[in-house]
């Protein structure tokens, strides 16, 4: 019983280069989301996903982008790497029903970009 | 505009006594309310969570109040144990869209001393 798993859990980047972070779920949950936590600022909406084919974007989507060709993967593309975007990058999943106790969170990739 | 706010950076407990943890919302249209507990090197992991119908919800050691005229949410641990020790993040949403989106506070780094 896997969850959500991320891939990598840690990353160094350097100024200008890009990179993927993987997401997949094994829960069959057809929503999706990538949130970043910096320290003191709580976990801020990169980008979410609704259902296969289907995504938009939160409250700090600059120099992110996404994709959601199945409903088990949600990968982050980084482009063009920024020193802010130094942060732990949490994958999340729900099903529809948000009664049904909220997200399910991987455990983080930590990034830092140098 | 910090939506969720959670004032206190920090609470120390000693082990036993009742835990009480705060947050203040700004949107009245949110509806539902989530605690989730984070400890090191981890994702968030879900605890528990309130409609906006109740005014209180009860898990265990857990309990989560709702006073919507004054849009504050509390969680209260008791007695608290060493294991409570975590950053506690509360989170919102509203209904009416299909994307179970939420938003979350700063968090509160819960120090439970035995």
């Known amino acids: 019983n896997a969850g959500v798993t991320q891939t990598p859990k840690f990353r160094i980047l350097k100024i200008g280069q890009s990179m993927t972070l993987q997401c997949a779920q094994d829960?069959?949950?057809?929503?999706m989301y990538w949130y970043r936590q910096d320290p003191g600022m709580g976990l801020k909406l990169i980008y979410y996903s609704v259902g296969a084919g289907i995504t938009d974007k939160g409250e700090v989507p600059n120099g992110y982008n996404v994709s959601r060709s199945t409903t088990e993967d949600f990968p982050l593309r980084l482009e063009l790497a920024a020193p802010s975007q130094t942060s732990v990058y949490f994958c999340?999943?729900?099903?529809?029903?948000?009664?049904?106790?909220?997200?399910?969170f991987g455990s983080g990739t930590r990034l830092t970009v140098v | 505009d910090q939506q969720v706010k959670q004032n206190s950076p920090s609470l120390s407990v000693q082990e036993g006594r009742i835990s009480i943890l705060n947050c203040d919302y700004t949107?009245?249209?949110?509806?539902?309310f989530l605690w989730y507990k984070k400890y090191p090197a981890e994702g968030p992991t879900f605890l528990i969570s309130?409609?906006?119908?109740?005014d209180k919800n009860e898990d265990g050691r857990f309990t989560v109040f709702l006073n919507k005229s004054a849009k504050h949410l509390s969680l209260h641990i008791v007695p608290s144990q060493p294991g409570d020790s975590a950053v506690y993040f509360c989170a919102a949403s509203a209904s009416g869209g299909a994307t179970n989106k939420l938003i979350f506070g700063t968090g509160t780094l819960l120090a439970v001393q035995p």
């Open positions: 829960m069959n949950h057809n929503y």
């Open positions: 999340a999943s729900s099903s529809n029903d948000r009664d049904r106790g909220g997200y399910t």
């Open positions: 949107n009245s249209m949110f509806d539902y």
């Open positions: 309130i409609s906006s119908i109740k």
